[in-house]
């Protein structure tokens, strides 16, 4: 079956410093990948998408992820955070019926 | 962003009552979505709808009704509310390419 792996459920970042959050994900076919964040009562908006192609893709805010084909993995990454980053971020694949399968979220603190 | 909103944002209900939540998008969208977040798990799906008046059941169904009788709106309906609805539910809608799904703002539910 699909699945999604967040294996952090929270991460601690200095303000400034780099970020890097984890994503595997278990899917037999070329995947679609998305990153969505939730900030703290808010809905959820969609960070960055990977179809096809490059296997970096840059979204919003200044995040960008990585796509692993060997490593099953989907790694969002900021090279620096700023205190209004602080959210919860999930992974989500979609699968050959359109339908998304999300990670359980990794919530994101920032320390100043 | 695809204009989507929700109603009520927030309900306190008792156990046993009917409960309807509606979504309402603007974009034309065919497809649309209804999910649950709960603490520890990324958003599951309730039911989905593919047209006006169709509809399919998605991971978590038990309790739920759904119905479409026109393109912007998609109604959430719980017959008799029970504790263990108490989430946060979230519409989604997407065109017929079905590659990007956009969320509407959340519901909060508490059944008492």
């Known amino acids: 079956a699909q699945s999604v792996t967040q294996p952090d459920i929270h991460i601690t970042v200095s303000e400034g410093a780099s970020l890097e959050l984890r994503c595997n994900y278990s899917?037999?076919?070329?995947?679609?990948l998305f990153w969505y964040v939730q900030s703290p009562g808010q809905g959820l908006q969609l960070l960055l998408k990977?179809?096809?192609?490059d296997t970096l893709v840059q979204g919003i805010k200044g995040f960008e992820a990585e796509f692993k084909r060997s490593q099953s993995s989907f790694n969002l990454r900021k090279p620096s955070v700023h205190w209004s980053d602080a959210a919860e971020y999930f992974c989500?694949?979609?699968?050959?019926?359109?339908?998304?399968?999300w990670g359980a979220g990794t919530k994101l603190i920032i320390k100043p | 962003d695809a204009g989507i909103t929700q109603s009520p944002r927030h309900k306190v209900t008792e156990t046993g009552t009917p409960v309807t939540l509606r979504c309402h998008q603007t974009?034309?969208?065919?497809?649309m979505y209804w999910y649950r977040q709960d603490p520890g798990h990324g958003l599951r799906l309730i039911h989905y709808?593919?047209?006006?008046?169709?509809?399919d059941k998605g991971e978590v169904s038990d309790g739920y009704s759904v119905s479409r009788s026109k393109t912007e709106d998609f109604l959430l309906t719980l017959e008799s509310a029970t504790s263990s609805q108490t989430s946060v539910y979230f519409c989604?809608?997407?065109?017929?390419?079905?590659?990007?799904?956009?969320f509407g703002p959340g519901t909060r539910l508490l059944v008492l």
């Open positions: 974009e034309n969208h065919r497809y």
């Open positions: 990977y179809f096809s192609g």
């Open positions: 989604a809608s997407t065109g017929t390419k079905q590659e990007t799904q956009y």
């Open positions: 989500v694949v979609m699968d050959s019926n359109y339908q998304l399968i």
């Open positions: 899917y037999g076919a070329t995947p679609y």
């Open positions: 709808s593919y047209g006006v008046k169709d509809t």
